[in-house]
């Protein structure tokens, strides 16, 4: 939803973008809303919406602070509650503990390896709310050793997998 469309509903105080009292993270919120499209179907989800965009930039900028190595950002789940996204997280453990040995990795003289420069990983992709991380990890995985066995980066299908699947009703 557009600036325009925004103060026109009343849902944005023109008066208050115009003057000195706007603050950063309004700034970003309305950015954000413009780049992801967001709509809210009233005034007080725009506000609740707003003040969950700055419980969680708080977050990023917390963890971002933190972790040098590893930064996050925005995207298109920043105006939701922590229950919201954990619905999306859709593994649930049965009980039982994997027998499987461990894995064994062995550590070369490099600290780090970075396997995005090297070529090795497809884009980010979103399972949306299907539940099916299983899929993605595997594919992604395969498509990680498929480089590394033939120099060739190959996208595999998630959705193949899925289908296949009687747990997840084929999501």
Known sequence: MK???LAALGLVNVNAFLSDRITENEMAYMKY???WNKSYG???EFAFRLAEFEKNLAKI???NAKNGDSTVGLNQFADWTE???KKLLGYKWNGVANESAPLEVQVGDDESLDWRTKGAVTPVKNQGACGS???FSTTGSVEGKMF???GNLQAF???QLVDCSKKNNAC
């Open 42 to 44: 009233t005034k007080a």
């Open 133 to 135: 991380c299983w899929a």
């Open 61 to 63: 900028a917390e963890h």
């Open 148 to 150: 590394l066995t033939t």
């Open 157 to 159: 299908s998630e959705q």
């Open 83 to 85: 229950e919201e996204y």
């Open 3 to 5: 600036f325009a469309t």
């Open 33 to 35: 809303v413009t780049e």
